[in-house]
């Protein structure tokens, strides 16, 4: 499938800022089974990992809160395939799309590098992930945010992108 690149414009960011799934303040709380979970954000993936998590994939690039922190050394120990992937802050490249759409074809544990920006891959593991994976992100100042992959949930996202589009 061809993708084009994608831009967030104005209209949808405040749309962004609601949670698009249940709100968690401690990952801990979260009841999944790690080989259906998607990890995307450092603090969040930092945290799945110390609480013993494995997910299927954590996407990450080296910020929190937009600030550079470099990557954990718990993130650097995740015993997974690593790729990296060029995205810029507020766009969704098409090669996020195809990189995700190979992890989602495999079995395999991957980490997933962001040269750029992270937070708009939850879109895209929202749209690729298999139904009933478990896509968990950061929402700050509340905690994280845990989004089962539904039929439902793929429109709402498939929607979004359109507007991106």
């Known amino acids: 499938m061809e993708y084009k690149i994608l ?6 960011r405040k ?6 799934g249940e709100v968690f303040c401690d990952i801990r709380d979260l009841r999944v089974e790690s080989d259906n979970l998607v990890c995307v954000g450092d603090r969040v993936s930092q945290d799945a990992l110390e609480a013993g998590f494995y997910p299927w994939l954590i996407v990450y690039d080296g910020r929190i809160k937009r600030k550079y922190v470099g990557v954990s050394s718990v993130i650097e120990q995740f015993k997974a395939k690593l790729l990296e992937v060029k995205n810029p802050a507020g766009l969704l490249t098409p090669e996020v799309f195809r990189v995700l759409g190979e992890v989602f074809d495999s079995d395999e544990k991957y980490k997933l590098y962001i040269d750029g920006e992270e937070d708009l891959v939850t879109l895209v593991a929202i749209k690729l992930a298999p139904l009933g994976s478990v896509v968990v992100y950061g929402q700050p100042g509340e905690g994280l945010v845990a989004v089962e992959v539904t039929e439902g949930m793929r429109v709402k996202v498939n929607n979004m992108m359109e507007r991106m589009g």
Do not use: M
Not at 7 to 12: A, F, G, I, Q, V
Not at 15 to 20: D, T
């Open 7 to 12: 831009r967030l414009p104005p209209s949808l």
């Open 15 to 20: 749309g962004l800022k609601k949670p698009l």
